[in-house]
């Protein structure tokens, strides 16, 4: 037990560097399931494009979706926002600082999907064969408009008897991969060059404002951590007050039956203090209400001088 908690304190204290992990893992995993995935177009001139561009788009958007359930500070986040003003004031450069880096997080894998799905190139010739101007290719000059979508559709299934004869499939399928080469390699290059401008100009920025933003960021996070450990600590004692309440009350019943009961006032001491006097539900409720309308003021000195 005490080899988990060590490992559940770590990931507590280092939520940036397990969420930086679970994006890399998120990446890997949308790569594994590209390479296993069974692509098959429909070479329908209907419904290609709608297939293609299906499989190039909505899995990024799961694993969009993914990587904002799996980060534990997109809630924080909501909760901060969401808050009533109260006694501390809700900092809005905190706040999109934490949006900034969850949408960050949040981007690599389906990033990565759509690159890979770019780089491969099933999906793009899938979803625009049919939009191929016909005339650049002499397989297509003796056919009738409405023959020539047909064999448009069906460019990506090679294995189709119309196709198997026809000379320009090869050449409209390398035409759409290297436009689809380019573009994964083009969007690659931006995303590289942005992260290196990012990295390099930031030092031009006001420096202040950031270490702020980020302090403050994991304050709210490591308060949210600590006020939940606070409250299911507090919970425990007064469920055992509770129990031991009615235990107590059952007393001449219990005798009857032999079983032992603990001397009263041993240990009640010590657990009242913890209670901090919270001692009936309403109590309790109003206390929580109080949390979430009117946060404490952040000013450490209050505390010192009590």
Same mark, same amino acid.
């Given at each position: @037990?005490?080899?988990?908690?060590?490992?559940?304190?770590?990931?507590?204290?280092?939520?940036?560097?397990?969420?930086?992990?679970?994006?890399?893992?998120?990446?890997?995993?949308?790569?594994?399931?590209?390479?296993?995935?069974?692509?098959?177009?429909?070479?329908?001139?209907?419904?290609? @494009?709608?297939?293609?561009?299906?499989?190039?788009?909505?899995?990024?958007?799961?694993?969009?979706?993914?990587?904002?359930? %799996?980060?534990?500070?997109?809630?924080?986040?909501?909760?901060?926002?969401? /808050?009533?003003?109260?006694?501390?004031?809700?900092?809005?450069?905190?706040?999109?600082? @934490?949006?900034?880096?969850?949408?960050?997080?949040?981007?690599?894998?389906?990033?990565?999907?759509?690159?890979?799905?770019?780089?491969?190139?099933?999906?793009?010739?899938?979803?625009?064969?049919?939009?191929?101007?016909?005339?650049?290719?002499?397989?297509?000059?003796?056919?009738?408009?409405?023959?020539?979508?047909?064999?448009?559709?069906?460019?990506?299934?090679?294995?189709?008897?119309?196709?198997?004869?026809?000379?320009?499939?090869?050449?409209?399928?390398?035409? %759409? /991969?290297?436009?689809?080469?380019?573009?994964?390699?083009?969007? %690659?290059?931006?995303?590289?060059?942005?992260?290196?401008?990012?990295?390099?100009?930031?030092?031009?920025?006001?420096?202040?404002?950031?270490?702020?933003?980020?302090?403050?960021?994991?304050?709210?996070?490591?308060?949210?951590?600590?006020?939940?450990?606070?409250?299911?600590?507090?919970?425990?004692?007064?469920?055992?007050?509770?129990?031991?309440?009615?235990?107590?009350?059952?007393?001449?019943?219990?005798?009857?039956?032999?079983?032992? %009961?603990?001397?009263?006032?041993?240990?009640?001491?010590?657990?009242?203090?913890?209670? /901090?006097?919270?001692?009936?539900?309403?109590?309790?409720?109003?206390?929580?209400?109080?949390?979430?309308?009117?946060?404490?003021?952040?000013?450490?000195?209050?505390?010192?001088?009590?």
């Amino acid at each position: @037990m005490d080899r988990f908690r060590m490992i559940f304190q770590y990931f507590q204290s280092n939520s940036e560097s397990v969420m930086n992990g679970i994006c890399g893992l998120l990446a890997l995993v949308s790569v594994q399931m590209y390479t296993c995935f069974d692509f098959s177009c429909p070479c329908l001139p209907r419904y290609n @494009m709608a297939y293609g561009l299906g499989i190039m788009f909505v899995p990024p958007v799961a694993l969009f979706l993914c990587g904002l359930i %799996l980060n534990r500070q997109s809630l924080v986040m909501l909760e901060e926002w969401r /808050r009533p003003q109260g006694r501390r004031k809700k900092d809005l450069a905190v706040i999109r600082y @934490m949006c900034s880096s969850i949408m960050q997080r949040a981007m690599v894998a389906p990033v990565v999907w759509i690159i890979v799905t770019l780089l491969d190139g099933k999906c793009l010739i899938c979803a625009f064969s049919g939009s191929v101007d016909p005339e650049k290719f002499v397989g297509f000059a003796n056919a009738s408009p409405v023959q020539v979508q047909q064999l448009l559709a069906k460019v990506p299934c090679k294995d189709d008897e119309l196709m198997r004869n026809n000379t320009s499939r090869k050449a409209v399928s390398r035409y %759409l /991969r290297c436009w689809s080469q380019a573009l994964g390699w083009s969007i %690659l290059l931006i995303l590289i060059i942005a992260a290196f401008l990012a990295r390099w100009l930031r030092p031009c920025f006001n420096q202040a404002t950031l270490l702020q933003a980020r302090h403050w960021s994991n304050y709210i996070d490591i308060e949210q951590k600590i006020f939940e450990e606070t409250c299911c600590e507090h919970s425990r004692l007064f469920a055992h007050k509770c129990i031991l309440h009615f235990f107590e009350s059952m007393r001449q019943e219990i005798k009857l039956h032999s079983f032992s %009961l603990p001397r009263e006032g041993e240990g009640a001491e010590g657990e009242e203090d913890l209670l /901090r006097g919270i001692t009936d539900q309403d109590q309790v409720n109003k206390l929580l209400k109080m949390w979430y309308c009117e946060r404490p003021a952040l000013d450490v000195s209050q505390v010192t001088q009590r």
